[in-house]
């Protein structure tokens, strides 16, 4: 059985320097959350990471993502709030960014350093199509060189 602690996380996280997203490695739900099985009981890693670093969730409240991460764990990103305040947040999301030719290019380094489409497109907000897109302009550009 897995208990995490402060110290038995980082095994289980990706730390992404540009975001200050602690990308969870471990089980995902198939809405993009971090879990874990504890007690017989599926729990919410970023709900277990709020409670080690900041302490209690108050009543009545959730723990949301300042980063929109889903699978973001880093304390520092995550915070209370009710679920009227977890509605409001999701549609202050911009739908698709466009990318400059520097995030681009970072893409395609992240890309090159084994991270997938689905991480990319989470970090990024955008959807694995479009990260498939850029690598594929990419390869086109990089073949005609």
Same mark, same amino acid.
């Given at each position: ?6 110290? &038995?996380? =980082?095994?289980?996280? !990706? %730390?992404? $320097?540009? &975001? ?7 089980? @995902? ?28 969730? $108050? ?10 991460? %889903? *699978?973001? @764990?880093? $304390? ?8 009227? =305040?977890?509605?409001?947040? %999701? ?5 698709? $960014?466009?990318? =400059? ?5 970072? #893409? #395609? !380094? ?7 489409? *689905? @991480? ?6 955008? *959807?694995r199509s479009r990260i498939w %897109? ?9 073949? !005609?060189?």
């Amino acid at each position: 059985m897995l208990t995490l602690t402060q110290s &038995s996380i =980082d095994e289980f996280v !990706e %730390r992404i $320097p540009f &975001s200050g997203c602690w990308i969870w490695l471990g089980g @995902i739900t198939k809405d993009g959350y971090g879990r874990v099985s504890y007690a017989a009981t599926e729990r919410f890693v970023h709900r277990i990471s709020y409670i080690l670093f900041k302490g209690g969730i $108050p009543e009545k409240l959730c723990v949301l993502h300042k980063c929109n991460i %889903r *699978s973001c @764990i880093n $304390p520092e990103h995550l915070y209370a709030g009710t679920k009227a =305040d977890n509605s409001a947040d %999701r549609y202050n999301i911009t739908a698709t $960014p466009e990318f =400059d030719a520097s995030t681009r290019l970072r #893409i #395609i !380094e992240l890309k090159a350093q084994g991270y997938s489409d *689905s @991480i990319l497109a989470e970090l990024y907000q955008c *959807s694995r199509s479009r990260i498939w %897109r850029i690598m594929r302009n990419y390869r086109k550009f990089r073949s !005609e060189v």
